[in-house]
């Protein structure tokens, strides 16, 4: 055992030598040194930094005496041409409490102030971050006991995903199934093997059927009746997931919710006009910056382009609780509306440069948030929400944010 305390306490002086080296070598035009260690029982000292003053390269497992230190440095001091020093610190240092005598009058003190023109803050969020500013310092509210879901009512249609859990996570693991699955040719045999990796790697492997179902469904739906627009008829080619967008937003003047809403007032439709009112709820500063995002889906179809957003909020047993007026309470009350327009707004920006005698009127296509719960493979009127912004609103929001011409 003594061995092996000898052996480590070696190590460690060996180690402190080393870094005592090395910053008493690195010093380019002065070096002060405040060197102490702490003595034996017998008065002798052992530290590193010691053993280097003494130069007496004796070994480092000795303890080196006191005057045999100080006789070394004053040999260095004398032979070094006024260019060491040595002074010794007094032990112990007084600290005397100011007092202010009574013959001195008080004097008020007053900051200066800033007159000039304040910076807005510089800011690189998303609207994530819009919605959420300022929540993180509030104080945590109380937790609510959790709402107790009714069974479906019997005759009702059932919701898919009945069993899938809730939440950010499951809802990343529905989000990487469909980035991953060809639209086209599900389910195949290669597109189950990645539904059933994706679900293994999340550990919702059970959940296989119920995700195939719901997958078969969403894929199926009719968008677009007229057209004949369904996911399933969307070549690879034509898809684009999970595109990061990067838009500067450096404007006239400051983004603010008061700017938003007067062009959602001026220009939106009735939904962006209804959900103006609820920007007031929101936190976020005046600020210039970055705006930066995530679209889930962008495809082309017959030349113009869509915007898709996945939602897998289980609002209810039913495909009754995916009703367009419920959809549309959920649109407004989570502010998506304010998220698909951020998004539309960064693709119009996004296609003015990649698409020749680009029109947006022509070329902007619906937005569709697909509340994949609440969909049916025949169609209906549940789960999905669709609107196309007008295009007067669109380039509202985009002069807002800095004309393209100076940032895209």
Not at 111 to 139: A, I
Not at 221 to 239: A, Q, S
Request: proline residues 6%; aromatic residues 10%; contains cysteine.
């Amino acid at each position: 055992k003594e061995l092996f305390v000898e052996l480590a306490e070696s190590e460690e002086f060996q180690e402190r030598l080393r870094i005592a080296y090395v910053a008493l070598t690195r010093a380019k035009f002065r070096c002060v040194v405040y060197a102490m260690a702490q003595p034996t029982k017998n008065g002798t000292r052992k530290s590193p930094l010691w053993w280097i003053l003494s130069g007496t390269g004796a070994p480092t497992n000795k303890v080196i005496g006191e005057e045999e230190v100080q006789k070394a440095i004053e040999e260095v001091v004398l032979s070094s041409g006024g260019t060491s020093g040595v002074t010794e610190i007094e032990k112990e240092v007084g600290l005397k409490r100011y007092s202010r005598g009574h013959d001195e009058e008080p004097v008020e003190l007053d900051c200066k102030r800033f007159s000039g023109r304040g910076l807005m803050p510089f800011l690189r969020t998303s609207f994530s971050g819009l919605v959420g500013f300022g929540k993180r310092n509030e104080e945590p509210a109380e937790i609510e006991p959790k709402t107790f879901v009714e069974p479906a009512v019997e005759g009702e249609p059932p919701i898919l995903l009945p069993t899938f859990p809730d939440g950010a996570i499951p809802g990343q693991c529905i989000h990487e199934i469909f980035r991953q699955v060809s639209f086209r040719d599900f389910p195949s045999s290669e597109q189950m093997r990645i539904v059933h990796g994706t679900l293994q790697r999340w550990r919702f492997s059970t959940h296989a059927p119920e995700v195939q179902k719901m997958l078969e469904a969403v894929l199926r739906y009719p968008l677009d009746p007229k057209i004949g627009l369904t996911l399933d008829r969307i070549e690879d080619h034509e898809r684009f997931c999970e595109i990061g967008f990067v838009v500067p937003a450096f404007g006239r003047g400051n983004i603010n919710r008061q700017a938003i809403k007067e062009i959602l007032t001026a220009e939106g439709s009735d939904v962006e006009r209804e959900y103006a009112k609820q920007l007031d709820g929101l936190d976020f500063p005046d600020f210039q910056g970055i705006l930066v995002g995530q679209m889930d889906l962008v495809f082309r179809h017959s030349g113009k382009w869509y915007l898709v957003d996945y939602k897998t909020n289980k609002l209810g047993q039913t495909l009754g609780d995916y009703a367009q007026d419920r959809l549309l309470e959920v649109m407004i009350h989570d502010h998506y509306v304010l998220q698909y327009l951020l998004y539309y707004t960064a693709l119009h920006r996004y296609l003015r440069y990649r698409v020749k005698d680009y029109d947006p009127e022509r070329d902007l296509g619906v937005v569709y948030y697909l509340f994949v719960r609440g969909m049916k493979e025949g169609g209906g009127d549940s789960g999905v929400f669709a609107t196309k912004p007008p295009v007067g609103l669109v380039e509202g929001l985009s002069t807002l944010f800095g004309t393209p011409d100076k940032g895209r």
